[in-house]
């Protein structure tokens, strides 16, 4: 029967029956409870109230039916409800009896934005210390602000304490004042202010509080309600009390004479002081001066008190000043009065006075005018306009000051008039009239809109227009605006939404992947193309720099960080450095990268924007091109070295026959030996050179390295049988370069034999090193060592425009060239953190100039082995080869050691554990790294240490630049030996080990 009267009312409408039971609940109302229609029908009232209060709620319905009378609740104190997902909100509730039967008809309004705004009063009162408070004279109820309850010391309640009990809270002659004044106004309509004192003190003694009321009137002149204010001003009291103490214990100290009094003789500057001035000023018992008394002073106010008594002596009138006096540690306030007398009979002027200790009350004075400026301040530093519009004519009653800064209006312009003038036009005015109308009918109790507005020189603005409603009795009474500009916003937001659009399209043009680092939130954007390569989902894509760090290879993390460091420090853009990141299904991509850094005025970098490009297959086939070309560069040199390694071959030969024929003559035998000893060395450095030349471009193996050593050495291996001249300048005291010796060692061969090709009918090449410090970013670290290698040659020159693409890969210049020669130098030098740069002219030469970090420890010296030593222990010798395993088991043996050798890694296993078994266990393992098909050294190492962790393990190869010879320590092995194994080193690696 309710459906066509309540289907259209905003506000929400319940029909209760007796039991509580929902005959019909509005859409507006099921809505507000988050209920579906119907579902609201036949449930208890009590669900639609807060588990706290539905006892109290239940007792109330039960003495609210039978009589029944209109009420509204929840206007003054807050009331709450709650939602079907158990979400409480506040309301306002008005109950009214149905004509026709028992039901009882309940309108519900959600006044959560009302609650903001009564907040937002409380705070403000809170501040203020006041409370307050209002009493139904008809309901006979009392209702209080939780303020109130603060400041009565009262726990906060939903109800105040009975009118009757009043009286405990304050002091029996503030109830008596207070008792009679209530009564007035309940009966006649008298408002009242009262100073009161409360029953409740602190530890500094009794609390007041200010009382005031102001009595409501219904339209037939009876007073209904009083509400009203308390407001604790203890502070205030205190202090003027304080004061008034002040005065009284100055009238006590001149009538016991204790100011300090003092007499100045002009003429003789003597000063006589009592023993209250010597107290004041903190000065020992002697007579004093003038001088005496302005040393005393403080020298922020000696000046304005001499000016003082100069205007006192010159006038022969009264002195009265206040100013500071040091005293001890501190400084105390003194007020001075005095008076110029002339004595006729002497002819003499004397200056008589008197001293008070005003420090106390000089401070708090200070105290309270700090505040009153700080006060004053805030109200002087709003930022908005503040209106305050009446209603119904919608004039301007009031303006601050800051509507000339934001509008460019006077308050002489605007009192009076409408907000109209602030439009450009109707329309716009109309808008925002009807949107604010909107607002009012919802009963918001705050409205706030962004408009574009015109200033009085005509130009537009765009402002935040706040409106907060001002009722009373239900009544719209007026409104109180703030406008505020945000036009510099509004102009930021729109270039923003211009460049994030310009992003987002040339981010979807794009297949590479596209990031703008901000440093000063360390956020990152990423376009889309993040997620279609490294196949994550935007969920997964992170707005963090840590999010890219943690994806790096760790093998390339600290080289690529290093890289990005220099670039933010120097200024310096990195045109491409490479490394590995990983995708979502674990896998690396090969990554080129691309930063370009934007800098502020003071040419600090702000920003770095930066472009990846999946280089993965490129690198695949530069490696598998990287391959072939090292084939190709060994062939180029295979002439050269094979003649040496040949040389070396019939010298160990001839010499090994030598021995045979010549076995009996001991002597013949040493010097023989020795010749065989040194020309294996010299074929092993050749072979070191090999590896070295093979070696591919992975994570650096660094140590500390003589630039020099390392250019001359593979300088003259690249030129063996060239007709090309070469010349080497270095500068005195080089610092060590920190650097993998195979790598460096590879691009100084490339160049060399780049060099070397392009002077085919010969020429001249230069090797120069020099120390370079290259100072860093302003505000960032101080300078970074490095050193500088340039190779320069007297060929052709190169052309300008192949110079820019000369270490692109695959661009190549020769005929049967491949192209990655000069890309692979360039990689490598990017990682070890340094640059490569060429400089050509043609017909003039090239010159390729090399940076490259610097260290400052010393390259390690070369090992002078000892003579080999006798030894006891058992030794396990691992190496699939027949012949290298029994040549190290016969020379250990040799030695004075017990040997036994295995084949493969299960042989290695079973010896170990049945000389365990035995209880003679091996002391040290002997193992190759490179053991076909079974795991190798690794796999050695192992399984001997899971049966004997006491065992030491050595590991050998005759891969010298292998990371698990470079780093053995790291990979758990207690030492390495170079093959092939000299005696010399074999023996002093397990007499360290066995001592």
Not at 141 to 163: K, M
Not at 210 to 225: D, M, S, W
Not at 369 to 391: C, E, K, W, Y
Request: with cysteine.
């Amino acid at each position: 029967m309710y459906d066509a009267l309540f289907n259209h009312i905003p506000i929400g409408i319940l029909v209760v029956a007796p039991t509580g039971a929902i005959r019909f609940a509005s859409p507006a109302a099921e809505s507000m409870f988050g209920f579906s229609p119907g579902e609201l029908t036949g449930v208890g009232i009590e669900a639609l109230v807060p588990l706290l209060h539905r006892e109290a709620h239940v007792r109330f319905r039960a003495d609210f039916f039978p009589a029944r009378l209109a009420r509204q609740m929840g206007a003054d104190r807050e009331l709450l409800a709650v939602r079907k997902n158990g979400s409480e909100f506040p309301v306002e509730v008005g109950l009214f009896p149905s004509p026709r039967n028992l039901d009882v008809f309940a309108t519900v309004i959600d006044v959560s934005e009302r609650q903001d705004a009564r907040e937002t009063l409380r705070d403000a009162l809170r501040i203020n210390k006041t409370g307050t408070w209002r009493f139904d004279l008809e309901q006979d109820e009392v209702v209080w602000s939780p303020e109130l309850f603060r400041i009565l010391r009262l726990p906060e309640a939903d109800r105040a304490p009975p009118f009757e009990t009043h009286h405990e809270l304050f002091k029996p002659e503030s109830w008596a004042r207070l008792a009679p004044a209530v009564a007035r106004a309940a009966a006649d309509g008298i408002p009242y202010e009262l100073e009161l004192e409360l029953a409740a003190a602190d530890d500094e003694g009794p609390r007041i509080a200010v009382a005031r009321c102001e009595p409501k009137r219904n339209g037939e002149g009876k007073v209904i309600r009083l509400v009203g204010t308390f407001q604790d001003v203890t502070e205030l009291v205190r202090a003027r009390r304080q004061r008034n103490n002040l005065l009284d214990r100055l009238a006590v100290a001149k009538a016991a004479a204790g100011l300090g009094i003092w007499e100045w003789d002009i003429a003789t500057d003597e000063l006589v002081w009592d023993e209250r001035m010597y107290e004041l000023y903190g000065l020992p018992r002697r007579p004093v001066t003038y001088r005496d008394w302005r040393a005393a002073v403080h020298p922020a106010d000696i000046d304005a008190v001499e000016h003082e008594v100069r205007a006192v002596l010159d006038g022969d009138g009264q002195f009265r000043h206040k100013f500071r006096v040091r005293h001890g540690g501190g400084e105390r306030h003194i007020q001075a009065a005095g008076r110029v007398h002339l004595d006729p009979n002497e002819g003499t002027r004397r200056m008589v006075g008197v001293n008070m200790d005003i420090t106390e009350s000089a401070l708090t004075q200070e105290r309270l005018g700090q505040r009153d400026a700080h006060l004053a301040l805030v109200m002087h530093s709003l930022p908005d306009a503040v209106f305050t519009v009446n209603m119904p004519d919608r004039r301007i009653e009031f303006v601050n000051d800051e509507v000339e800064n934001i509008l460019g209006y006077t308050p002489r312009d605007v009192i009076g008039r409408t907000t109209r003038m602030f439009y450009a036009d109707d329309r716009s005015y109309a808008s925002f009239g009807r949107r604010l109308s909107e607002s009012l009918a919802r009963g918001d109790s705050r409205f706030r809109s962004e408009e574009l507005l015109r200033r009085k020189d005509g130009r537009a603005l765009h402002c935040e227009v706040t409106v907060t409603f001002k009722r009373a009795g239900g009544e719209l009474v007026g409104v109180i605006s703030t406008v505020r500009s945000i036009e510099e916003r509004w102009q930021a937001q729109r270039l923003l939404r211009e460049r994030q659009e310009q992003w987002d399209r040339f981010s979807a043009a794009t297949s590479n992947m596209l990031w703008n680092w901000n440093l000063a939130d360390d956020s990152v954007e990423r376009n889309v193309a993040f997620q279609s390569v490294f196949g994550y989902t935007a969920d997964e894509v992170d707005s963090s720099i840590a999010w890219w760090v943690e994806r790096l290879h760790p093998d390339d993390r600290a080289r690529v960080l290093g890289t990005f460091e220099r670039a933010l420090e120097t200024g310096q853009e990195t045109t491409g450095y490479t490394y590995r990141f990983r995708c979502r299904d674990g896998r690396y991509a090969s990554i080129r990268d691309r930063v370009f850094l934007m800098r502020d005025e003071e040419g600090r970098v702000y920003r770095a924007l930066g472009a990846m490009e999946d280089i993965t297959e490129q690198t695949r086939r530069e490696e598998e091109t990287l391959r072939n070309n090292n084939l190709e560069s060994l062939g180029l040199l295979a002439g050269g070295i094979a003649h040496d390694f040949n040389n070396q071959l019939t010298s160990i030969l001839a010499r090994a026959e030598l021995l045979e024929l010549r076995a009996a003559d001991p002597d013949v035998v040493r010097r023989q030996a020795a010749q065989i000893i040194r020309a294996v060395e010299s074929a092993s450095r050749l072979t070191g050179q090999l590896l070295t030349f093979s070696k591919g471009g992975g994570t650096p193996i660094r140590q500390a390295v003589s630039i020099e050593e390392l250019a001359r050495e593979h300088v003259t291996f690249s030129l063996r049988g060239s007709a090309t001249q070469v010349s080497f300048r270095f500068e005195a005291g080089l610092w060590s370069a920190d650097v993998d010796p195979g790598q460096i060692g590879q691009v100084i061969q490339n160049l060399v034999l780049n060099a070397d090709q392009a002077m085919a009918k010969g020429g001249a090449l230069s090797i120069a090193a020099r120390n370079l410090a290259l100072e860093g970013q302003p505000g960032r670290a101080g300078a970074r060592r490095y050193l500088e290698l340039r190779i320069t040659d007297s060929g052709p020159g190169i052309p300008a425009d192949v110079v820019k693409r000369i270490f692109d890969p695959y661009f190549t210049t020769k005929p049967e060239g491949h192209g990655l020669g000069l890309s692979i130098c360039h990689s490598i030098v990017d990682r070890h953190g340094g640059s490569i740069q060429v400089e050509s002219a043609v017909g003039v030469g090239t010159s390729f100039v090399i940076r490259l970090p610097a260290t400052e420890v010393s390259p390690r010296p070369g090992d002078v082995e000892p003579t080999p030593r006798a030894g006891r222990g058992r030794i396990l010798v691992v190496d699939d080869l027949d012949d290298v395993r029994r040549t190290i088991s016969q020379t250990l043996r040799a030695l004075g050691y017990r040997v036994t050798g295995a084949a493969a890694v299960d042989d290695a296993v079973a010896a170990l554990r049945r000389a365990v078994d035995e209880g003679a266990p091996f002391d040290v393992v002997v193992t190759d790294l490179t053991i076909p098909g079974t795991g190798g050294g690794l796999e050695v190492l192992r399984r001997v240490k899971e049966l004997d962790p006491a065992v030491r393990v050595v590991v050998t190869s005759g891969y010298a630049n292998d990371p698990v010879m470079a780093r053995h320590e790291a990979h758990g092995f207690d030492a390495k030996l170079v093959k092939p194994v000299r005696l010399r080193a074999l023996s002093a690696v397990l007499t360290s080990l066995l001592g």
